[in-house]
């Protein structure tokens, strides 16, 4: 039996990032994710406050995450706390971004000068390194594993594990009639128990933000992309991918 579990409290700011704030908790273990409704572009060069995002994308991404454990997935969210906090377990990030595509768009078809729109014969796994510093620049697997960002075995469960995300959001997305263009995971690891062992958890976020979504028949963009191409309101559009979502407007 599990009892209601206390509200947990904001202790100190740990990091601010473009779009969430991370606090730590009376717990060491946990930490609370306040989503903000910054928006950022082009690693940090375009700026904009967006009405509501913050709370669109904490509720999008605790009902990926609960989706995600569910298929097999095991995820650092554990509950909202309020409109736009997570309390999440705290995990040391592997500096090493998954990428997932199925359609190119985006940087993939900007450095091989390609068309965007053409699906992939199967999910394109790219792997990039985190640093706003260098602007994230593509590695492969070899690299993290050479530089000691991660081990083989946890580059291999991330794979899996992306592969495996990818397949849930397919079908949930193909479901609302939208095709899921590509998406941006980051992966960490749980504090080791006595022995040392550590194990790869999915964090951060799945939201809009780090996804391509292409309605099916009109192309329109339901993702940041109408905020980093100047395509409409970007505002409108998450409130509107929202109600798709839960199939209620957000109040
Ligand atoms: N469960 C977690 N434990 C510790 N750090 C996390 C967890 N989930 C996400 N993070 C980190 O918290 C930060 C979230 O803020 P965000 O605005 O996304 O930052 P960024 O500007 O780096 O994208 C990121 O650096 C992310 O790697
Ligand atoms: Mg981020």
Redesign the pocket.
């Known amino acids: 039996m599990s009892t209601s579990p206390a509200t947990p409290t904001r202790g100190v700011l740990?990091?601010?990032?473009?779009?969430?704030?991370?606090y730590a908790t009376e717990d060491p273990s946990r930490?609370l994710?306040h989503y903000?409704d910054?928006a950022?572009a082009f690693n940090g060069v375009k700026k904009a406050q967006i009405d509501q995002k913050g709370v669109i994308n904490a509720r999008i991404s605790a009902f990926f995450m609960e989706k995600m454990a569910s298929a097999g997935v095991p995820t650092?969210?554990e509950r909202m706390v309020g409109d736009r906090d997570q309390l999440?377990?705290?995990?040391?990030?592997i500096p090493v971004e998954v990428v997932v595509r199925n359609v190119i768009a985006g940087g993939l078809a900007k450095k091989l000068g390609l068309a965007e729109g053409a699906r992939l014969k199967a999910p394109l796994i790219e792997h990039f390194y985190?640093s706003?510093s260098l602007n994230d620049p593509q590695i492969n697997e070899e690299t993290a594993v050479l530089l000691g960002w991660a081990r083989a075995w946890e580059m291999q469960a991330m794979r899996e594990y992306a592969l495996r995300v990818n397949d849930v959001l397919l079908e949930f997305w193909g479901g609302l009639n939208i095709d899921l263009v590509d998406f941006k995971l980051?992966f960490?690891r749980l504090p080791g128990d006595v022995s040392g062992a550590t194990s790869v958890v999915l964090?951060?976020?799945i939201t809009p933000d780090g996804s391509r979504l292409w309605e099916r028949g009109t192309g329109r963009k339901l993702d940041k992309d109408v905020f980093r191409r100047d395509l409409g309101d970007l505002s409108e559009t998450y409130k509107e991918l929202y109600a798709r979502v839960f199939g209620a407007r957000l109040t």
């Open positions: 740990l990091y601010s990032g473009k779009a969430k704030d991370v930490i994710m903000t910054g950022t650092a969210f999440c377990k705290r995990v040391a990030i985190k706003d980051e960490g964090a951060d976020e």
